[in-house]
């Protein structure tokens, strides 16, 4: 019975290409840990979700052409990023309209693009995710994507903490608050192209966005938090990959399906935020102990 565990344990461990399955995981858990942690903070879960279907077409059109689809999902990644954040500033449009009526727009671009596409092989593991498929270029592509981004967050950390919690405050402070969301918002859409060869297009949002909103409901301090997403994205992934690997599983969905377990936990057994520790608090509310003298 030892040496069964064990071995379901580590054999996969001796697999070249879980080594780097587990690598890229681990790298994009970093992201998920800053960028998806500001992202939850700020409520623009929507844009991520917004951005992951934008880039379609860009996807669709490299599928199409032969051209890299990582290069053409990140020039339609930051244009539409930059794109909600300018015509966001419209106070007659705002922010979730403009969100919804370019994101729809390009999803339905990409949609018409793959209505000509007369067999789906090649574009099914853009969609669905490949970490089974990871490259050491592909790893050391994500490296040095999470080192420029986390370099970019921390040469922009005070401006972005004060425009995440008081847009105000930054702006009477004097800090280029527009800029700065501008900026912030071009992060987000290369985060999320970074994370698309791992978990693919139509699951992405949720490696970027689940982790964090798990974070939150276990604490409300900045750096826990973050520290907190980064291991949830981690555990998660590990979970989904060890999952697919031994029950022949698509990948990508494991650890998105492993992420919204870990979430739904949290959302029952958070020992403040938590479903559980809310009712038992109206419990006691409604029903307090009577005292025997």
Not at 87 to 104: K, L, M, P, Q, W
Not at 214 to 220: E, G, H, I, N, Y
Request: glycine content about 8%; aromatic content about 10%; some cysteine.
């Amino acid at each position: 019975m030892l040496d069964s565990l064990r071995g379901w344990i580590f054999d996969p461990l001796g697999a070249p290409f879980m080594q780097t399955a587990l690598l890229e995981m681990a790298l994009l858990s970093v992201l998920v840990a800053v960028v998806g942690t500001f992202i939850v903070l700020q409520g623009k879960a929507f844009l991520a979700l917004a951005l992951s279907h934008g880039i379609f077409p860009g996807i669709v059109i490299a599928y199409l052409t032969g051209w890299d689809y990582l290069a053409l999902s990140l020039i339609a990644g930051i244009i539409i990023s930059l794109a909600v954040g300018l015509v966001g500033r419209n106070r007659r449009v705002g922010s979730d309209s403009a969100i919804a009526a370019i994101y729809t727009g390009t999803f339905a671009f990409g949609i018409v693009l793959v209505s000509s596409i007369k067999t789906f092989r090649g574009l099914t593991d853009i969609l669905f995710g490949r970490p089974f498929a990871t490259t050491w270029s592909d790893i050391s592509l994500t490296g040095l994507t999470c080192f420029i981004l986390l370099g970019l967050m921390l040469i922009m950390r005070k401006g972005l903490l004060l425009a995440t919690f008081d847009r105000n405050m930054a702006l009477a402070v004097g800090f280029p608050v527009v800029a700065i969301e501008l900026g912030f918002l071009a992060i987000v859409a290369v985060s999320v192209i970074t994370a698309l060869p791992a978990v693919g297009n139509i699951q992405l949002v949720a490696l970027l966005i689940t982790a964090p909103a798990t974070a939150r409901l276990l604490t409300s301090q900045l750096v826990p938090m973050m520290l907190l997403a980064g291991l949830v994205s981690l555990s998660g992934s590990l979970i989904g990959l060890y999952a697919a690997y031994h029950f022949d599983l698509t990948p990508g969905s494991t650890i998105v399906a492993a992420l919204t377990v870990l979430f739904t936990l949290a959302l029952i057994f958070s020992p403040d935020q938590g479903l559980l520790a809310r009712w038992l608090s109206r419990r006691a509310t409604h029903f307090p102990l009577e005292t025997v003298n």
